[in-house]
């Protein structure tokens, strides 16, 4: 059966850098999307940024351009999202999705519908 570990969260200050990750399983890794997402207390959850097979494409929240930047490793099915300068807002629990790329994740990849399968979630806190 299909399944994304995530891990990388943890406690950082403002300022620093944490990088997640996200290793997918049981799915034809090139022909799916990934997307990363955040959900922080008492919010919506909301589109942090997505990349496509061998990285042909990235797309970033305007929060976070700049900031972070997603890749991928195809060969160990794994896609990364290296945050750097964090901010308090950042803190939330992150999660990858996956999606077959079709003209519909192209469409919608900044919502939740193309995304087929989700990860459980890592924790990244930002405080002082």
């Known amino acids: 059966q299909v399944q994304l570990v995530e891990s990388g969260g943890g406690l950082v200050q403002p300022g620093g850098s944490l990088r997640l990750s996200c290793a997918a399983s049981?799915?034809?890794?090139?022909?799916?999307?990934t997307g990363w997402f955040r959900q922080a207390p008492g919010k919506e959850r909301e589109f942090v940024s997505a990349i496509t097979y061998n990285s042909r494409n990235t797309y970033y929240a305007d929060s976070v351009k700049g900031r972070f930047t997603v890749s991928s490793d195809d060969g160990s099915n794994t896609v990364y999202l290296q945050m750097t300068n964090l901010k308090f807002e950042d803190t939330a629990v992150y999660y990858c999705g996956v999606g077959r790329l079709t003209s519909d994740f192209f469409s919608y990849y900044r919502r939740g519908g193309p995304y087929e399968y989700w990860g459980q979630g890592t924790q990244v806190t930002v405080s002082s």
């Open positions: 049981g799915l034809p890794f090139s022909k799916y999307g």
